[in-house]
């Protein structure tokens, strides 16, 4: 490169061409490093239709990256974040949730680290393409994320757990129960104080088991008494389009 020029650039592109990294393949746009991501992965595009998530850590670390080899333009970052929504085809939320999380350090912490992209940890690619393209040397944190031999596929205490409190698991979701009491009951309060998250639910002896069947009947009934309420009187107002729409005909 003319001595000039070189001088002429900043010194993160003086510290790039010094390490003989072409300055044209350099990802000094979003979009030219949206490219350098897709690449890297053998991807045509970092986009899915709807809220198809089979690409996911391919995109967070696509946004990871661009908020540590760009700078957000002052006052801008709403107007940032939506250019960089619409180079994957997501909602800026998304954007911003992950910019959250990503200088919380929620991807950063010793042991979080268990996704596997082609065989290697998620943070190792970050690293590896922050080591290629910024002057910090990250050369450590590639070596420690590195896996050296291929990861055995040994059955997750999760897994364990779902496959011997299956029944369980099934009779809570079936009797309307969110995903944080069955976390609670089945992956940590329980486990921890011996204690159900509701007393009466306990699964054990007559009434552990009376209350919450009896619930479930109960509810049932009362949808079907006032699902037939509900026709009968649409058939005294003359709407049989309406019934027969519920009764499943056109």
Known sequence: MN???FLGLDKENQWRVSKDIAYANTIHTPS????????RFGLDTLKEVGRGRKLQR?????????????????????AYF???????????????YQYEN?????????????FLIQGQRYMWHFYTILDT??????????????????PRPDVSLLSMKLLLDRKAILNFIAMGYDYKDINESFFGYTKTHDKPVYPVVTWKG???????????????????TLEYLTKKRLRNNRHEKIVAILNGNK
């Open 58 to 78: 391919e995109r967070e670390i696509y946004l990871m990256l661009a908020f540590e080899l760009f700078d957000i333009p002052s006052g801008k970052r709403s």
């Open 206 to 224: 007559f009434m552990g088991f009376l209350i919450p069947v009896g619930t479930i009947v109960v509810a049932g009934s009362l949808f079907i």
């Open 32 to 39: 030219g490093l949206y490219k350098y991501v897709c690449n």
């Open 133 to 150: 393209f910024k002057s910090t040397d990250y050369s450590e944190n590639v070596k420690e994320l590195f896996i050296k031999e291929k």
């Open 102 to 114: 990503h200088y919380k350090g929620e991807y950063y912490s010793k042991g979080v680290d268990t």
């Open 82 to 96: 939506s250019m960089l929504a619409n180079i994957l085809g997501r909602d800026r939320t998304t954007v911003h």
């Open 3 to 5: 001595p000039i020029k």
